[in-house]
């Protein structure tokens, strides 16, 4: 069975930092894309960013600049650091990898559970 786990989330003050772990269950990240999205209740899920197996990344314009996606093969994990947080960063963040290897994240297989960050006004 695979399936990702997350770890990491917390309450940070405005400006401060965190970093999001994602270990995946059952599959290697080394030939497979892998995403952070995130969700706010009442909104739709966005992406936050995407690491692709030849380690290129793309970031949504709102966290440019302050959040990297990295991931280590050797461990199996992928990160998210996250850097001058802002209360509207605040939201569930999840992990994700493509259904298929060596592609875009276009077509996500596996959700995590999620873990909350939460950044106050």
């Known amino acids: 069975q695979v399936q990702l786990v997350e770890s990491g989330g917390g309450s940070v003050e405005a400006g401060g930092s965190l970093r999001l772990s994602c270990v995946p269950v059952g599959f290697s990240v080394r030939y497979r894309c892998m995403g952070w999205f995130r969700q706010t209740p009442g909104k739709e899920r966005e992406v936050v960013g995407t690491?692709?197996?030849?380690?290129?990344?793309t970031y949504a314009d709102s966290v440019k600049g302050r959040f990297t996606i990295s991931k280590d093969i050797v461990k199996n994990i992928v990160y998210l650091q996250m850097n001058r947080l802002k209360p509207d960063d605040t939201a569930m963040y999840y992990c994700?990898?493509?259904?298929?290897?060596?592609?875009?994240?276009?077509?996500?297989?596996?959700w995590g559970q999620g873990t909350q960050v939460t950044v106050p006004s």
């Open positions: 690491i692709l197996q030849n380690i290129t990344t």
């Open positions: 994700a990898a493509d259904r298929y290897l060596n592609s875009n994240c276009l077509d996500i297989g596996t």
